[in-house]
């Protein structure tokens, strides 16, 4: 069996590189280890325009949003399904400073991005110095994304169940032949998320990786349907049971949850729920941040039958789609990559 591009890696990489290069009407075959910590089987799908304590305006956000919202509703529509919500999220002032720093932003950079907050129900938040709301945020289910996925592509012979190692691949003059899956391959794409330097080829790029711990629980009477950020989020998933985290730890790097992870969780939860809650589940994995936090994708400069799409760090649910996108176009001859994003950047920086 010959195919155009085989991609390893079933995550929000390369299952987004998957449709783009499928809707430019290559062959493609998808293979995943499916391990079940991976970082998008736990991540909550959040997408927001303003991020963090300073209240950033987020990366590239006009191109990136109406991108990703165009993009997964074709997915529903396509595969009869329904994993991305978009609803707005509201955040809560953790201190003056929060404050301060949204009156200096909320006219310039984030103008008709954000808004005052006039919902804030009084029994449910302790929250003193009110919030704002954000009108343009989404949620994507991200397992729910990609096991609908995985069942379409499956059914077309599309998907395998394999973890495939660098032995596994062959490098030929015209391809990579794989005899494991007896096949072979134009381009064989690295879509692994965090495993850092486990190939020859690109396993020297320098991960700056962050595991995060995220619960789920029950918290009996709170009818919100918004995401509430409050140095931690809250995000609704039905029946009164939200997901909440997320923590940021840099040792180890591993998918096991601990107690200090479900007890910062807890405490931050606390500090502004005023309604008891029960915990349902905890989960870790790794997000696959590189350097600056940028996506980093491209060919191999040596050995351009290999490819790489990686680096979406905290925020793949929002990335996912564009760099999907372009870097398909750039696989099939028709577009560039951003100098910025292009792997060539991270390879260069060893
Ligand atoms: C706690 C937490 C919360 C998060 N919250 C958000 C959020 O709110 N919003 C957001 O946008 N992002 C969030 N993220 C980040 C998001 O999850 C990542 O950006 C995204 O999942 C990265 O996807 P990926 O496909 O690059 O990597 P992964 O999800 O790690 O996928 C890599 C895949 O490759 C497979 N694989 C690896 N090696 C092999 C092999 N040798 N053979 C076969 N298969 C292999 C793995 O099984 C895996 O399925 C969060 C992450 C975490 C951990």
């Known amino acids: 069996m010959r195919v155009d591009f085989l991609i390893i890696g079933q995550g929000l990489a390369g299952t987004t590189l998957a449709w783009r290069l499928l809707q430019r009407g290559r ?5 995943d280890r499916e391990s079940g910590h991976s970082s998008s089987r736990i991540a909550a799908g959040l997408i927001t325009p303003a991020t963090g ?5 987020s990366w590239r956000w006009a191109d990136l ?64 110095l009110g919030g704002f709301s954000m009108p343009d945020a989404a949620r994507l289910d991200v397992p729910r994304y990609l096991d609908a996925c995985r069942t379409y592509f499956r059914a077309r012979d599309v998907y395998r169940t394999a973890d495939l190692s660098p032995h596994d691949l062959e490098l030929t003059a015209t391809g990579v032949r794989v005899p494991a899956l007896s096949i072979e ?6 879509c692994r998320g965090f495993d850092a330097g486990t190939d020859p080829w ?15 629980v029950r918290v009996p009477g709170l009818a919100e349907n918004r995401v509430i950020h409050r140095g931690i989020w809250l995000a609704p998933i039905g029946d009164e ?3 909440v ?20 969780i807890e405490s931050r939860l606390r500090a502004f729920l005023r309604l008891p809650f029960e915990v349902l589940d905890h989960h870790a994995a790794v997000r696959p941040v590189i350097d600056a936090g940028l ?20 925020k793949g649910s929002l990335l996912a789609p564009f760099f999907a996108d372009q870097f398909a176009a750039h696989l099939c001859g028709t577009g560039e990559i951003d100098p910025e994003v292009n792997v060539r950047k991270a390879l260069h920086r060893l």
């Open 27 to 31: 062959s493609v075959l998808i293979v």
């Open 53 to 57: 304590k300073r209240i950033a305006k």
């Open 65 to 128: 949003f109406p991108h990703a919202v165009a993009f997964y509703r074709s997915r529903e529509s396509e595969l009869g399904d329904r994993f991305f919500h978009q609803r707005p999220a509201l955040r809560l002032f953790i201190d003056a400073q929060e404050q301060a720093e949204y009156q200096r932003r909320s006219g310039g950079l984030l103008l008709g991005l954000v808004e005052p907050a006039t919902d804030i129900n009084a029994e449910w938040y302790d929250a003193p």
């Open 185 to 190: 391959a134009q381009t064989v794409v690295f």
């Open 202 to 216: 690109f396993g020297s790029i320098k991960f700056n990786a962050a595991k995060g711990e995220i619960l789920t």
């Open 241 to 243: 049971v939200f997901r």
């Open 245 to 264: 985290g997320a923590t940021y730890t840099w040792e180890p790097l591993d998918s096991h949850p601990t107690a200090e992870g479900r007890a910062e």
């Open 295 to 314: 996506p980093v994708l491209g060919r191999h400069p040596e050995y351009p039958q290999l490819a790489y799409f990686n680096g979406l760090g905290s």
